[in-house]
């Protein structure tokens, strides 16, 4: 079964600077996509970024980039410039390609942002 | 484009009494996702449906839970007899298509309280 790690619980960065939140995972599977999503305090989940793992280009969106290392079956994310409105919880999560094309979360980090 | 709504927001039950949540998914979006996510943990999907079809059930406690999706549209959540572990946030998700590679949009989430 695919399991997804988030080795920290809580992050925290000063305004402005540069963040950046580990996923690993365990996989036999070649193919599936990778994603992290935001929940902020009132708790409904937003889609940060996602990437597709026959892809070896990282996917970025604005400030948000990933790290993905398939070999390494790593998948960070890096927040540039953070702002207050960064502060949330960030999940990773994998979806896979077999049937029924399940999500799997990980346990979250939260990210604390710092004036 | 509307979103994923959910009702109610929040309830508050004893335990042995019964429960039922309701959603909405995206127009269109053939995949429902319900997910159980106690605090400090990230989501649990308990079922996930494809139109009306069930694709997975395999973590829903079929002892005391039960969903469906009539039509293939909304979607019901039921706990009969709620028992104190069940206190969580429930979150209902959908998406295109179970193929699509698209993410999952979420709902706000119904907090459950069992006391």
């Known amino acids: 079964a695919q399991t997804v790690t988030q080795s920290q619980p809580e992050m925290s960065v000063q305004e402005a600077e540069t963040v950046t939140l580990s996923c690993t995972y365990d996989?036999?599977?070649?193919?599936?996509?990778l994603f992290w999503y935001k929940q902020p305090p009132s708790r409904q989940m937003i889609l940060v970024i996602r990437?597709?793992?026959?892809?070896?280009q990282n996917a970025t969106e604005n400030r948000f980039s990933v790290n993905f290392q398939k070999a390494a079956k790593s998948f960070s994310l890096k927040i540039s410039d953070s702002q207050l409105g960064d502060a949330a919880m960030y999940f990773c999560a994998y979806r896979t390609l077999n049937t029924g094309n399940q999500f799997y979360f990980g346990t979250g980090t939260s990210l604390t942002v710092i004036p | 484009e509307a979103g994923v709504a959910q009702s109610p927001r929040y309830k508050i039950i004893e335990k042995r009494q019964s429960v039922a949540f309701w959603c909405n998914p995206i127009?269109?979006?053939?995949?429902l996702y319900w997910y159980q996510q106690i605090l400090g943990q990230g989501p649990k999907l308990l079922i996930q449906?494809?139109?009306?079809?069930?694709?997975?059930d395999s973590q829903l406690p079929k002892d005391r839970f039960s969903a469906e999706r009539l039509k293939g549209v909304d979607s019901t959540l039921k706990i009969q007899p709620a028992k104190l572990e069940d206190s969580a946030v429930y979150l209902c998700?959908?998406?295109?298509?179970?193929?699509?590679?698209?993410?999952?949009?979420f709902g706000p989430g119904t907090r459950l309280t069992v006391t």
């Open positions: 996989t036999s599977e070649s193919d599936y996509y």
């Open positions: 990437q597709e793992a026959y892809k070896q």
């Open positions: 449906f494809q139109n009306n079809g069930v694709v997975d």
């Open positions: 127009s269109g979006h053939a995949t």
């Open positions: 998700a959908s998406s295109q298509r179970l193929d699509s590679v698209g993410e999952q949009y």
